[in-house]
């Protein structure tokens, strides 16, 4: 038998904590000081500030369920996304929320009760998209400072102002305001920020031609924003909070606010008018931006000001999921509050953890925006490293915990990569007996060579968050260098069997355009990225085709020039890493390639490949070119490794004589695509494991409900 080779037990040493009380490490305690906000009061610093969930007013359950949930992990205070306040701002089918009428009230109460269930703030972030809508339901007009283009080539033109439509918006908002504290907001939100904002493009010179009161010197231009902060703090200041979101530097130099210029002045006139200072950077892609192009604590060379010019609380963010990061913000008087979107996403409950001495158990955010994906294309959040967002209330998980195994029957991985380890990870905690196998000599799989490629060390956090739980798992057994066959797998006699064996790079050129082999592509000078990522890829010129669409061609592309190769990324996509439009990356992507001196060929199929060169063919006339190439690089699709899973997953008498009663397929070899879904997929594994809710059912979720209106209903 070839398996098992070696045991692995960690030297860590692991937290024994049973009838144990682990208070928090001293140098904390500042974390948890509460902090009045006008005229409430939140318990500690830690702060969800609003941000979107692709659910929207569309999944209001899933969305309560969340909410109430970040309350329970200790965040003080547990804000929604945008929440548009009128039909003149309609974001559809964009999931945000609405509050346009009292019938939309229900939905901000059952958020705001889950959140006060667990002793949070609820804020409510009031937004008027401005000429960044298009208004595609409700027909309206797209409104502006003054008539012009919509923000977006593709949307709609928009309607400039007379005095009667900005009485009407304030309105409008000061409305929303009161709908908002009778549905039990505690914090209520005016929004000038991602340059989404109608407030903000009054603000923006290039937005704003107007000759009158609200056009012309900042003055005029910040007339709007501070009417709107005395309308709301009139309507609803008397028990709810005002805040601010505003946005000091939109990171494009002279040609937008600066937060040494503008920025700053605005923050001066209005200083002590909101209850708190919520600032970051426009647009959303500055302000959410990947760990790829901007480290923790990024903004705060364009947010440090603002605690001078105001006694009013300040909250940034800055992808903050160290506490000792979060200690020093706040000492060094930069904000008083941690902001936090990703790190609440990627872990729910971070302050709790914290709280309870148990700070290395922080699920960190690695930076990827999968989250952001998830909004771009109108669908429940998803993340990288929690698998449990957005399933809260649809599958019913819980952040935190998880049932109990059941049964004793042990399980037995094959493979650690993402789905392995998050599945052995999860079946741990349940306290099943698990066995991880891994063919090589280390954990990781994928992620070991694709964290090196530029700016992804991060991403190496989904491997090692996951080892650290499960280094204090004694019930989860870890063998390297242990490649499973059939014979192996039966003989281990495990009942409960898992493939996590991964995907392989296809080296015939199959992928999303040409769905067939691609002539040529057996010569030995043409590679997959595993070639380029174990730098076996020497001789340029280096065509890189692109026809995977997501980060790994721009990737090599990057570390390939990086080497100092030339090299040409060719791709039949309009734009590099397409995917990475819905990431918010794709242009500092690009950006960075074209600085780097990479030949961009957009629109363009690779049909041919020759001993020195290779044929490209426009992808709308079909008219050829050669281009010069020492070596290819093909990124088009990845097949399953599944050979193990058939060979013996089809002898039901063998399997019965090994006592297997289980058989399933994760991550990428069951269907290769992203780290988040593999990961996603070892939890649903490991999560319904032996319960009745089993993911093959034919309706495996709740789902939200429409209600029909009745028709002649006596009353
Ligand atoms: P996923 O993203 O689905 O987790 P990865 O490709 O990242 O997939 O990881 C798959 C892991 O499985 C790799 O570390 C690989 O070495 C390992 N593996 C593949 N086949 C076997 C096998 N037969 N026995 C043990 N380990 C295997
Ligand atoms: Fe962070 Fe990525 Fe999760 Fe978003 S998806 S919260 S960026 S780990």
Known sequence: MRYPKVAIRFSLPTVERKGETVSRDPRYDILFEPVQIGPVTTRNRFYQVPHCTGMGSNWP????????????????????EEVMIHPTTDELPGASMRLW???????????????????????????????????KTSRTAPLAPSHQANKYATLPQARGMDLYDIDEFRRWHREAAIRAKKAGADIVYVYCAHNVALPMHFLLQRYNRRRDAY??????????????????????????????????????????????????????????????????????????KTSRFAQEGFQEDAIAFVKSMTTKPVVGVGRY??????????KSGIMDLIGAARPAIADSFLPKKIEEGRAEDIRECIGCNICVSGNNTCVPMRCTQNPVVGEEWRRGWHTDTIPPRASDDRVLIVGAGPAGLEAARALGQRGYDVTLAERTKELGGRLIMEAQLPGLAAWMRVRDWRLGQIQKMPNVKVFLDSFLDDKAVTSFGAPNVVFA????????????????????????????????????????PVVIFDDDHHTMGGLLAEKLAGDGLEVILVTPSAVVSEFTLLTLEQAFIQSRLIELGVDIRTQSNLVAIGGDHVCLACTYTGRESEVAAGSVVLVTSRLPNEQVYHRFAKRPDIMEAAGIKTVALIGDCLCPQTIASAVHDGHLYARELGTENLANSDVPYRRERMVMETQGEET
């Open 61 to 80: 359950n899933a969305h309560a369920e969340l909410r109430g949930q970040r309350a329970e992990g200790g965040w003080g205070v547990v804000c929604t």
């Open 101 to 135: 009428d009292d019938d939309d009230i229900p939905v901000f109460a059952a958020a705001a009760d889950k959140v006060h269930e667990h002793g949070g703030l609820f804020g409510v972030e009031l937004v008027h998209g401005g000429l960044s809508r298009a208004n």
């Open 215 to 288: 056009g012309g010197k900042l003055e005029n231009r910040a007339r709007l924003l501070r009417e709107l902060l005395e309308d709301t703090k009139d309507a609803v200041g008397d028990s709810c909070a005002v805040a601010l979101r505003f946005a000091v530097d939109e990171r494009i130099g002279e040609a937008g606010l600066e937060w040494q210029n503008e920025g700053r002045e605005v923050v001066e006139m209005l200083a002590e008018l909101p209850d708190l200072w919520d600032v970051n950077v426009s647009g959303w892609e500055n302000d959410s």
């Open 321 to 330: 999921t160290s506490p000792d990061s979060m200690v020093r913000v706040i």
């Open 501 to 540: 064996t991964g995907s392989s790079w296809r080296r015939d050129g199959v992928g999303n355009t040409n769905r067939d082999t691609i002539p040529g592509a057996g010569a030995s000078h043409v590679h997959g990225p595993d070639d380029v990522m174990e730098g076996r890829v020497k001789n340029g």
